[in-house]
């Protein structure tokens, strides 16, 4: 099956330090897509990024398609960010039922 | 607009007991889903409803999970009985369109934590 790989596994920083998470994938990407658990639970859609390369605010995310991996990117970290960041992707076509690796933990002290 | 909603947050069960997981999606998304992430894992599809249909069930771990969205509308998620290792953080997850790449994506909800002790 398809295999998604997270790391680090747990990261601690402190306020305005940036970080790289790195996601790889044993299969060609069509879907891939950055998620952040926040302290209160809920999953948010941080980036749909099945290739090449966006950014939104402090966060960025790159995506090599020909290498499988992708990268998100956390500039000047704030405590906020703190939570769990999961990538998922997909089999391209037909119904969309993503593989999670198993996250990265990311603790951001004041 | 309302996002998606799960009860209760947090569940402690004895082994044995059961415990019925409520997850209302946005409203006029037929897509409703259910993931489940143990502890220090990755997070696991369950189920894929469309409307009132079960799309997909296999991740289902056993027959002790029972999926139903009744009228298309809520979903619950019944653990019975529930054992040692069904611990985790479920969640639920909500789409307009069920063959979707990326444009429109899931709309989570914060999850349930249940605990079987």
């Known amino acids: 099956g398809i295999q998604v790989e997270q790391s680090p596994p747990d990261l601690i920083l402190q306020e305005g330090a940036n970080s790289t998470l790195r996601c790889n994938f044993s299969d060609s990407v069509n879907n891939l897509q950055w998620f952040h658990q926040n302290p209160w639970g809920q999953l948010i859609n941080l980036f749909y990024i099945p290739s090449g390369t966006k950014q939104n605010g402090r966060l960025s995310a790159t995506t090599v398609a020909t290498e499988r991996y992708s990268l998100l990117y956390i500039s000047s970290s704030q405590t906020t960010d703190s939570g769990v960041y999961f990538c998922?992707?997909?089999?391209?076509?037909?119904?969309?039922?993503?593989?999670f690796g198993r996250g990265t933990s990311l603790i951001v002290h004041p | 607009e309302a996002g998606v909603t799960q009860f209760p947050s947090h569940s402690v069960i004895e082994k044995g007991q059961t415990v019925t997981l409520r997850c209302d999606p946005i409203s006029g998304h037929d897509n409703l889903y259910w993931y489940r992430r143990v502890m220090g894992k990755e997070i696991k599809f369950l189920l894929h409803f469309v409307k009132e249909s079960k799309q997909d069930e296999s991740g289902m771990p056993n027959n002790r999970f029972l999926a139903e969205r009744t009228g298309g509308t809520y979903s619950t998620l019944k653990v019975q009985p529930a054992e040692l290792e069904d611990s985790g953080v479920y969640f639920c997850a909500s789409s307009q369109d069920s063959d979707y790449l990326g444009n429109y994506g899931y709309t989570f909800g914060s999850g349930t934590r249940l605990t079987v002790v």
């Open positions: 998922a992707r997909a089999p391209s076509g037909g119904s969309y039922i993503p593989t």
